[in-house]
């Protein structure tokens, strides 16, 4: 760690990361209060609590960016940061992702592949390390998170604006979250396949 970096700012990403766990609970009972989509699909008005909720999501999504982005900028990043930091952003999206099945916003086959892929990766990441392999993160990650939290916000919302429908583009967005998320996977699934042979 950096010991040349003023306390505060060593604390900060652990700081944020922690209140983006904090976030999870009210996220959740925000989420858990929004209209029920009925079978026909039709849009829901817009209700204070799925606007809450996704403004408070969106909070604690870009919480994820730049705890991450000032604990590599000023070397201070610690251990449990490395642990928590991943364990935080699973645990918002899996909880935002099981209300919106239950809420009918998103099919619940489309929550289930998210879900099971990056548990999958996250054993793969273990798999490797116990091999002494590096899987390193790439773009495509990146882009399947920007995608998902999008998709996340535009399904809390689900409402129609004009012409423009929250919930029409936050399934889009689900889908190219779903998309890039299989790619990348299988460039993890590649990687670690090529690097195993080589050791």
Known sequence: MNQTV??????????????RIACIPAVVALMNQGAVLNTRGEVIPLSVTDLAAALLFALAAITDFFDGWIARKYGV???IGKLLDPLADKL??????????????????MAVILI????????????????????????LGKTKTFFLDVGIVG???????????????GLVSMWLALIVSLWSAG????DYA??????
């Open 92 to 109: 918002l999206v899996v909880s935002a992702l099981v209300i919106l099945v239950e809420k009918h916003r998103l099919a619940g086959w």
């Open 77 to 79: 990043e610690t251990i």
């Open 116 to 139: 099971v892929r990056d548990l999958g990766i996250n054993a793969l990441r273990i798999a490797a390390h116990e091999d002494n392999i590096i899987l390193s993160s790439s773009w």
């Open 194 to 199: 090529v690097k195993l042979k080589k050791t």
């Open 155 to 169: 399904l809390t919302l689900s409402f129609q604006w004009g012409f423009f429908s929250f919930s029409f583009w």
């Open 187 to 190: 460039e993890y699934i590649w």
């Open 6 to 19: 003023s306390p505060w700012l060593r604390r900060l990403p652990n700081q944020l990361t922690l209140l």
